[in-house]
């Protein structure tokens, strides 16, 4: 049945354009066909834009994700539908399950040109265009031509341009991207953040953010799976108690809790689903049937680990 327009939700494609992506989860035994991950890919869109999704999140460095979403979208006569795609990460694994490598980051403008000569077929869909993971390694946020050249297409198109963050110290690059002016215009209005109940350092600039009007979209809202009951983790023994207490109590699973959460605690525009399967998706769109009381909010405020102890962590999960 259709559901309301859905408010909160985006939907993240990397799960579904690549077959392997970093999580928690056990390798699968059965043999990978290229076809029906691609049509399962396009179920996933057809079945959360059924459910009221508009906002969806893809990049060239996730496989075939911003093909299928082309693919899906032309077949769409709603101008409601609002995507982001990032550069800056080219795919490179070519769908084998053992591939080493998975992308290359490339910071230059030569990429920057070349992947939005392929993304801007998804305009006047594509509302967002974002640097895909930037960092002060990668000089991109001190790089002219590249500002300049973002600028030129924003004004061109009408288009938000957007950082994603990763890492220990994305509070310092978000606040050096908020900085940072073209023609005495803030060139930056989107930031991807990473925003969870055990990395809760966004926590600290979302004033700044809001106050500027910009848009804050989290991802890894569910800790790349880390959320859900693990023994590999016991140091998050309190968290998952916690958690399921408030699953039992709100009637939704603990990734519905833990997605309210980035929602109820700091004003965001979006929080990005990673669903890959129909059943994820309808869990975690749960999130937009109920608030979390103050009280709870307040409790799964205490949950959060140092950015040090979680990016550590991170850094050690594979490629599954
Ligand atoms: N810009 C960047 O650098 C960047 C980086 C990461 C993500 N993103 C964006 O953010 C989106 C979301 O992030 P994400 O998917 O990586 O992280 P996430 O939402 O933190 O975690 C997804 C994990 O949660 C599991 N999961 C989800 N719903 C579940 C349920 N109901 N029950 C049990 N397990 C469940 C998934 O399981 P399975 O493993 O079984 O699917 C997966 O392991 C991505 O699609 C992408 O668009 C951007």
Redesign the pocket.
């Known amino acids: 049945m259709k559901k309301s327009t859905i408010k909160n939700i ?7 354009g690549r077959p392997q ?5 056990q390798e699968s035994s059965s043999e990978f066909s290229l076809e029906a991950f691609r049509q399962k890919g396009l179920v996933i869109l057809d079945e959360a834009y059924l459910q009221g999704v508009r906002y969806f ?3 060239p ?2 496989g075939m ?1 911003e093909q299928l979403l082309m693919d899906w979208v032309t077949k769409k006569d709603d101008e409601t539908i609002e995507i982001a795609t ?1 550069w800056g ?1 080219t795919y490179v694994a070519n769908f084998a399950p053992n591939a080493i490598q998975h992308e290359v980051k490339e910071h230059s403008l030569k990429k920057l040109n070349e992947q939005w000569e392929e993304s801007k077929v998804l305009l006047p869909l594509l509302t967002t265009y ?1 640097i ?2 930037a960092t002060f390694e990668s000089g991109v946020l001190v790089n002219e031509l590249i500002l300049n050249r973002l600028a030129e297409l924003k004004i061109k198109h009408g288009l938000l341009i957007g950082i ?3 890492g220990v110290n994305q509070m310092e690059v978000l606040k050096k991207a908020l900085d940072i002016k073209i023609n005495e215009e803030s060139l930056f209005d989107v930031f ?1 953040v ?1 925003y ?1 109940i055990f990395d809760q350092s966004l926590a600290t600039v979302v004033g700044i953010i809001a106050k500027q009007n910009k848009r804050l979209v ?11 009951p693990n023994e590999k983790y016991p140091h998050y023994a309190a968290a998952y108690k916690k958690l399921e207490e408030l699953a039992i109590t709100y009637n939704v ?4 809790i ?2 309210r959460f980035c929602m109820d605690s700091i004003p965001v525009f979006k929080v ?6 129909e ?3 309808s ?2 769109l749960k999130t937009e049937d109920f608030k979390l009381k103050e009280e709870d909010i307040l409790f799964l405020k205490k949950l959060a680990v140092s950015p040090d102890f979680y990016w550590d962590e991170r850094k050690r999960l594979g490629w ?1």
Request: hydrophobic residues 40%; neutral net charge; aromatic residues 6%.
């Open positions: 985006g939907l993240g494609t990397a799960a579904i992506y970093i999580n928690i989860r999140d893809t990049a460095g996730y994700a990032k990460y974002q895909h993971s994603s963050t990763t991807q990473t969870n989290i991802k890894e809202a569910l800790a790349n799976g880390r959320v859900f699973g603990l990734d519905a833990a997605l990005l689903s990673g669903a890959a399967n059943q994820h998706l869990d975690n599954n």
